[in-house]
């Protein structure tokens, strides 16, 4: 069973720019597809953007697209997510999930069996 624990998030001013770290523990890390959700205060948790097993293919939605980089080094069982241009609405608690049965990263929160805890971003003016 894959347990995935995020780090990174903190307090930024706008503008600025945060990676989070997201690390597998457990067997066949590279067999997962894995995405990163997040929720923001009031707001259901939303898909933000996923990661194929090996890495070369991904998706985004709108909001960040262009802004947040997703990626994934599979010798050390961990996923990234490098977000620059923070807006305040990016504001969120950020959680990584990883999916074992679709190659392709889904962008379906039940497609997910694995989550982590999630770490706090807030963006401020």
């Known amino acids: 069973q894959l347990q995935l624990a995020e780090s990174g998030g903190r307090l930024v001013q706008a503008g600025g720019s945060l990676r989070l770290s997201c690390v597998g523990t457990g067997p066949d890390f590279n067999r997962y597809s894995m995405g990163w959700f997040r929720q923001a205060p009031g707001k259901e948790r939303e898909f933000i953007t996923a990661?194929?097993?090996?890495?070369?293919?991904?998706s985004y939605v709108d909001a960040v697209r262009g802004r947040f980089t997703i990626s994934r080094d599979n010798t050390k069982n961990t996923l990234f997510l490098q977000m620059n241009n923070l807006h305040p609405g990016d504001t969120a608690v950020y959680t990584c999930?990883?999916?074992?049965?679709?190659?392709?990263?889904?962008?379906?929160?039940?497609?997910?069996?694995?989550w982590g805890q999630g770490t706090q971003v807030t963006v401020f003016s």
């Open positions: 990661i194929s097993r090996d890495g070369l293919s991904n």
């Open positions: 999930a990883a999916d074992r049965d679709r190659f392709y990263g889904s962008d379906r929160e039940r497609d997910y069996k694995n």
